[in-house]
């Protein structure tokens, strides 16, 4: 909550004490007796929160912002929407392109005769440009996130979109409908480290200057780490051995304590392996890998140097999900910090169940 959103009111009175002596007399004796003077006043805080509210051509919900019947080749236009921050806290404005959907609406003779898919090729010919991505067609712009922009409370911004339909579409888009989301998100910002999610491995997994694991597999238990040379460092224990370092439905905290000498630890529950690498590192990226079928990897908690991260949870069921964080500065070393659960049935023969942590320049 930004500092100029918040509001305390605090009212007070100077609390007035005061000492007094009264002093009675009578025959043959003197008494002394002494009371306290107090005032109490209640003090009230008043706190307002800020507000975050993201606007489409001054609407909530959603919206038609591009809706055009008959076009051919060769034609081409543009629709300009408005986004607006309604509240009083600033935000980062991001959005992207999903659930690209074409029809076929119908087939004329000649597009017959020019394609045989009876599911809609528009997307394909279709050329869309949003600042920042260039000219792409429409199903080459989905999945794809456009930049982002912070927007102050109360501030408005218009976004060009254009549109172009090549001479080239030809016969093949006639009767054809598409359709497709743009969806515009506002998130308070934040000097929270903020990564970005994805399927498979991301890039940092392919330019590592060192790697981490946490795994199940085929019995054993293991902690590794491993530098850019990929020499290993490592924790095995057998399931004979210590059966209970990872059992499946129970969340286990870890540490990964990277000093600025390329020292490295990693840490969980109880037991902990330490490794050296050279080199330095702006790029961090968890990823949850389960290639056992039914198995579960859930990350919670996560924090870098004590600051919550954002998203601050990753899970996958299936394949690899991953969350990269960017512009880091790992000369003073970092600390990352979170709980892992691992469900999987058996001991992890069918694939191994693992958290793998990796760093790159």
Avoid: C
């Avoid at 009675?24 to 306290?36: C, I």
């Avoid at 008043?46 to 051509?57: I, K, W």
């Avoid at 597999?217 to 490592?234: C, F, I």
């Amino acid at each position: 909550m930004a500092d100029n959103n918040t509001n305390i009111k605090l009212s007070r009175r100077k609390i007035l004490a005061g000492l007094g002596t009264i002093g009675l007399a009578s025959a043959g004796a003197g008494a002394g007796t002494m009371a306290l003077f107090s005032d109490s006043e209640s003090v009230q805080a008043d706190v307002q929160a800020g507000t975050l509210d993201l606007t489409v051509n001054g609407q909530n919900g959603v919206v038609t912002i591009l809706d055009e019947e008959g076009i051919a080749p060769g034609d081409d236009g543009q629709e300009k929407i408005t986004v607006k921050n309604a509240g009083t806290v600033a935000g980062l404005l991001t959005g992207s392109i999903d659930s690209v959907q074409d029809y076929e609406n119908g087939r004329s003779e000649v597009e017959s005769e020019k394609d045989g898919d009876s599911e809609g090729e528009l997307s394909e010919y279709l050329e869309v440009h949003i600042p920042g991505n260039g000219w792409k067609t429409l199903s080459d712009l989905e999945g794809q996130s456009y930049p982002s922009y912070t927007l102050n409370g109360g501030e408005k911004l218009t976004i060009p979109i254009k549109w172009h339909l090549p001479v080239t579409a030809g016969n093949a888009v006639q009767s054809d409908r598409v359709t497709a989301d743009m969806t515009l998100s506002l998130t308070q910002e934040t000097d929270n480290p903020q990564g970005e999610t994805g399927t498979g491995f991301p890039q940092t997994s392919y330019e590592k200057v060192f790697g981490s694991e946490l795994k199940v597999s085929k019995g054993n238990y293991d902690l590794r780490l491993k530098d850019g040379g990929q020499s290993t460092a490592d924790a095995s224990f057998s399931a004979g051995g210590y059966a209970s370092t990872y059992q499946s439905g129970e969340s286990y905290d870890f540490e990964l304590e990277i000093a600025d000498d390329g020292e490295t630890t990693l840490s969980s529950n109880g037991y902990s392996v330490t490794n050296t690498y050279s080199g330095s590192f702006t790029r961090l990226a968890l990823i949850a890998s389960s290639r056992e079928n039914g198995a579960t990897v859930t990350v919670e908690d996560l924090s870098i140097d004590g600051a919550a991260a954002l998203p601050n949870t990753l899970e996958s069921d299936s394949g690899r999900e991953y969350v990269e964080f960017s512009d880091l500065d790992g000369s003073d070393g970092l600390t990352l910090t979170g709980t892992v659960t691992f469900e999987y049935t058996g001991d992890g023969n069918n694939g191994p169940v693992e958290l793998l942590i990796d760093a790159a320049e």
